[in-house]
């Protein structure tokens, strides 16, 4: 049984099958929303991030939104390995009290940030020319950013109902927010839509663009007037950018996706229409590295852990479950690694993107 796929657009696969798929060919990495299910991808961030990227010879972009924020901003640290593995024990340390309410949730997730980014490491962080990190959240318009949770979720409906009909209409309710450390943001004329901010990162402010980018309403506190951002209030960049939904495109190279989806949906309120999946040019550059279908299933519970867990699910079942997926998924990792050093198994494993 196969653990991995990748799946690869036209121009990744020319440019993979010219050079080889070798950490100087990575221009961008890319981390989705998604909460727990970045646990199936524990061992191959462990592996991509904390070994075979760190000899990349020049610089790499980061993007992520919620989870994958954090993810990107673990891997943007000069010693990415080491992070991950803080990460690890301090999310395994979350319980089920901490999501009792969003402020409880509010609270363990800062003590989280706190423990494993305390000023050292956010200034390295932010000091590595290396990476260009980028967390990505929305600055909540009109009544989605009310304190009334009556007027926030009014709001949401009539964003839910506009982004049924168009989504750009969301942009009457969100603007996507940028939060980037490197000189300007990544790839920048290919996102500009959505009434891009775009915020200069200090190191000061990754605790509270970290808590917006995975703000999700109802369950975590809105963060208000960050630093160095316009006054407001943020919340999830998954609500606009759930996997992302853009042409990035570099002259050379290719984007790295380490996905728990071998498809993309756009934005938050697109999961339910598989008509809005991602395909074409938007994946022309993007190599996506996701769980096979066999593989899920010879999970524990047969399934991808997710934020239900936290509520569906005693600790003590929890956490044996996650440490069961966690160990499990080291298994794409190694197939990764052993595809890196042989380039005809590597492109018959490379499955074409959706057209």
Same mark, same amino acid.
């Given at each position: 049984?196969?653990?991995?796929?990748?799946?690869?657009?036209?121009?990744?696969?020319? +440019?993979?099958?010219?050079?080889?798929?070798?950490?100087?060919?990575?221009?961008?990495?890319?981390?989705?929303?998604?909460?727990?299910?970045?646990?199936?991808?524990?061992?191959?961030?462990?592996?991509? #991030?904390?070994?075979? !990227?760190?000899?990349?010879?020049?610089?790499?972009?980061?993007?992520?939104?919620?989870?994958?924020?954090?993810?990107?901003?673990?891997?943007?640290?000069?010693?990415?390995?080491?992070?991950?593995?803080?990460?690890?024990?301090?999310?395994?340390?979350?319980?089920?009290?901490?999501?009792?309410?969003?402020?409880?949730?509010?609270?363990?997730?800062? +003590?989280?940030?706190?423990?494993?980014?305390?000023?050292?490491?956010?200034?390295?962080?932010?000091?590595?020319?290396?990476?260009?990190?980028?967390?990505?959240?929305?600055?909540? !318009?009109?009544?989605?950013?009310?304190?009334?949770?009556?007027?926030?979720?009014?709001?949401?409906?009539?964003? #839910?109902?506009?982004?049924?009909?168009?989504?750009?209409?969301?942009?009457?309710?969100?603007?996507?927010?940028?939060?980037?450390?490197?000189?300007?943001?990544?790839?920048?004329?290919?996102?500009?839509?959505?009434?891009?901010?775009?915020?200069?990162?200090?190191?000061?402010?990754?605790?509270?663009?970290?808590?917006?980018?995975?703000?999700?309403?109802?369950?975590?506190?809105?963060?208000?007037?960050?630093?160095?951002?316009?006054?407001?209030?943020?919340?999830?960049?998954?609500?606009?950018?759930?996997?992302?939904?853009?042409?990035?495109?570099?002259?050379?190279?290719?984007?790295?996706?380490?996905?728990?989806?071998?498809?993309?949906?756009?934005?938050?309120?697109?999961?339910?229409?598989? +008509?809005?999946?991602?395909?074409?040019?938007?994946?022309?550059?993007?190599?996506? !590295?996701?769980?096979?279908?066999? #593989?899920?299933?010879?999970?524990?519970?047969?399934?991808?852990?997710?934020?239900?867990?936290?509520?569906?699910?005693?600790?003590?079942?929890?956490?044996?479950?996650?440490?069961?997926?966690?160990?499990?998924?080291?298994?794409?990792?190694?197939?990764?690694?052993?595809?890196?050093?042989?380039?005809?198994?590597?492109?018959?494993?490379?499955?074409?993107?959706?057209?």
């Amino acid at each position: 049984m196969k653990a991995l796929r990748l799946i690869a657009g036209k121009e990744a696969r020319r +440019r993979i099958e010219e050079k080889g798929l070798t950490p100087d060919l990575v221009r961008l990495v890319v981390g989705a929303s998604g909460g727990p299910k970045w646990l199936i991808l524990r061992g191959l961030d462990q592996f991509v #991030f904390g070994d075979w !990227l760190k000899d990349a010879k020049r610089p790499i972009d980061m993007v992520g939104s919620s989870i994958g924020a954090w993810r990107m901003t673990l891997a943007s640290h000069p010693d990415a390995g080491a992070m991950f593995n803080a990460f690890e024990d301090a999310y395994f340390s979350y319980r089920k009290e901490d999501g009792a309410t969003p402020e409880a949730v509010t609270k363990a997730s800062y +003590r989280i940030l706190n423990q494993i980014m305390g000023p050292d490491v956010r200034d390295a962080i932010i000091a590595n020319k290396a990476r260009n990190l980028n967390i990505v959240a929305v600055k909540c !318009l009109g009544a989605t950013g009310s304190q009334s949770r009556f007027l926030e979720g009014a709001g949401l409906l009539g964003a #839910f109902a506009a982004n049924s009909i168009s989504r750009p209409l969301l942009g009457n309710f969100f603007q996507r927010a940028v939060f980037h450390s490197g000189d300007r943001v990544a790839c920048s004329g290919a996102w500009a839509d959505f009434g891009r901010i775009d915020v200069k990162l200090q190191a000061d402010a990754i605790h509270d663009a970290l808590m917006a980018s995975g703000s999700i309403p109802f369950v975590v506190e809105a963060v208000r007037d960050i630093m160095g951002a316009p006054k407001g209030v943020y919340r999830d960049g998954g609500v606009i950018d759930y996997h992302f939904e853009i042409p990035w495109q570099y002259d050379d190279g290719i984007v790295l996706y380490p996905h728990f989806y071998g498809h993309l949906v756009p934005g938050w309120f697109d999961k339910a229409r598989e +008509r809005r999946r991602v395909t074409g040019d938007v994946l022309d550059q993007q190599l996506i !590295l996701a769980p096979t279908d066999e #593989f899920v299933a010879s999970l524990p519970n047969g399934r991808i852990p997710d934020r239900k867990n936290f509520t569906d699910m005693e600790d003590s079942e929890r956490l044996p479950y996650w440490r069961q997926v966690v160990d499990m998924s080291y298994r794409m990792a190694d197939e990764f690694g052993e595809l890196c050093q042989n380039q005809d198994a590597l492109m018959n494993r490379l499955e074409a993107a959706p057209d």
